[in-house]
């Protein structure tokens, strides 16, 4: 018998979250029957995506999802024996009882010297989200020029390291000048601050005179609007998310982009990076080689002890941090 | 010598277009120098376009721009001789002098019993329209479920009759009960009047409640964000227009669409029919074919007299007709 520490989504957020949104309950699990493993959290992952699916994916008084690495402690089950890394969608937890058929394996090459952490960041769904947004739904090609927003993100710090990668130029916007000044320790060609300029059309023009053929979207608001105004003829928009209105009570709206896509032949489109999860065993090595070959960096913003959970996770949303935030259990 | 009678735009559209917006100028052209011709206009073409790009094409004090289809009655240009029919986009105006180059001939083999005004409607740009929308943007395949908005204008009762043809499930939406009527009588598996129900998601969902594989979006406003609701996974929208705020002084807003877009994978590309140009003298054949076929029909305003030109461009917007509407010169 295990004690397994979880945190119950106690109830739906209404703008901002709350720490008193979330509530902590212990919970007996049995040991694992024949097929079964039990795992230990190591790392949670705290992503906006938390925010955005709040009332899509689970119901008042569940678990509170989102993914996690963790380690098997007990096992019935010859796939997974003690001592492997998984990654695990199991939600906010310490312990996991599993049949095995949500778990994958972490890389089995998985260097010495690269935090296992990175599994829920660049090596994990963000780097994936940051790939496949440019190679599967942007299509960028070199000496293109990308835009992208929340450019310090986790995802969005990927973006731009592949952008360099793969040839282009790439324009980062971000929240603060040492967020800025990350961008361009990064590589990024050029980045501003867009809460401290007067323009956002501006700064754009200033970044890339010529326009944008791709916009990696991460914000919606206005920088939506003014980035539509931006693209270049025949330019492409991936539609990853839409942070700043996430905690809106007040829906916020924008112009119909209609006849700024119709003049210009834009085509946008929405994608999570779950669409392409029969690539992603192959995806992750790629991460995995850039990582290795130094053109991959990775910052993390880690918080010690499941406890913290909930104001960790509001501390992400707030954004005023560099880097993927984790909790190390 | 000719006098050639002209509209000028006097004064770009503030709202609503009015007569006064417009000015009746004549003015005298030359005999046709070597390489030119003379044409008389017989058709001029409304669209709803004329309204949308009103400040972009042309300065005020210009000839209004648009499509006629005119015919040569001097030359001194071999390959436009007297007597034949070309489509020309000079504008509100009688009488054109051309060098040949902005002239496209009718296709030779229009046959006797179908109106040479057509060139301007289901046998021209807006049946053009429709079918590149269809097939290049939204690439539809039988069995899929199409959505219309503006159902029985000049493009969207062409795209009707193009998913019917193609084994497509067609839904059209229209503003009158007339409209409706005429939509079933061109084969629209369901129709309904917007202005008559009580929610639009409801009349969609009836229509079909498993949604819609692909969206023709014509309208912007409250539709858009209706029907972007009842899309389904990896569901595409060509937007074509925006009739229902082109008049706006306030303009309309939406919410962002970005949330739906990247929960059920939707793409969105905004087109016009201009940048398939090099494939319209085939593509007009198989209009043309379908309409001996009597596969396509088509129905039109004519409005008579060059001097009522502006009264029936407004009675255009006002979209209480069926059909296209052209001014018979």
């Not at 309950?25 to 079964?36: C, I």
Request: net charge neutral.
């Amino acid at each position: 018998m295990v004690k397994a520490k979880t945190w119950i989504l106690k109830k739906y957020f209404e703008g901002f979250p709350k720490e008193s949104d979330f509530e902590l309950r212990v919970v007996d699990l049995p040991e694992p029957k024949d097929g079964e493993v039990l795992v230990e959290a190591l790392y949670l992952s705290l992503d906006p995506y938390l925010r955005l699916f709040n009332r899509d994916f689970i119901k008042e008084g569940d678990v509170q999802y989102g993914g996690q690495v963790a380690k098997v402690i007990q096992s019935q089950n010859k796939a997974f024996p003690v001592g492997c890394h998984v990654f695990v969608h199991s939600g906010w937890r310490t312990h996991t009882l599993s049949d095995g058929s949500d778990l994958t394996k972490l890389p089995s090459n998985w260097p010495k010297d690269i935090p296992l952490s990175l599994a829920l960041g660049a090596i994990g769904m963000p780097g994936l989200t940051a790939l496949y947004g440019l190679e599967e739904v942007l299509q960028i090609k070199a000496g293109e020029t990308v835009l992208v927003s929340a450019a310090a993100g986790a995802v969005g710090a990927v973006v731009g390291q592949i952008c360099k990668i793969k040839g282009c130029k790439v324009v980062g916007s971000a929240g603060s000048d040492a967020k800025v000044a990350y961008l361009k320790e990064l590589g990024f060609d050029e980045a501003f601050n867009y809460k401290t300029i007067s323009s956002l059309e501006e700064a754009l023009k200033a970044a890339s005179p010529d326009g944008y053929d791709c916009y990696f979207e991460n914000v919606a608001g206005p920088f939506f609007t003014a980035a539509l105004s931006q693209m270049k003829k025949e330019g492409r928009i991936a539609v990853c998310g839409a942070i700043s209105v996430y905690n809106d009570t007040t829906p916020q709206t924008c112009p119909f982009p209609h006849k700024t896509m119709l003049v210009n032949h834009l085509k946008m489109e929405g994608f999570t990076v779950w669409k392409w999860k029969h690539k992603d065993e192959e995806s992750l090595q790629r991460l995995l080689t850039w990582m290795k070959e130094g053109k991959l960096k990775a910052k993390e913003v880690v918080t010690v002890g499941f406890e913290n959970t909930p104001a960790a996770f509001l501390r992400m949303l707030r954004g005023n941090d560099i880097g993927k935030h984790i909790v190390k259990v």
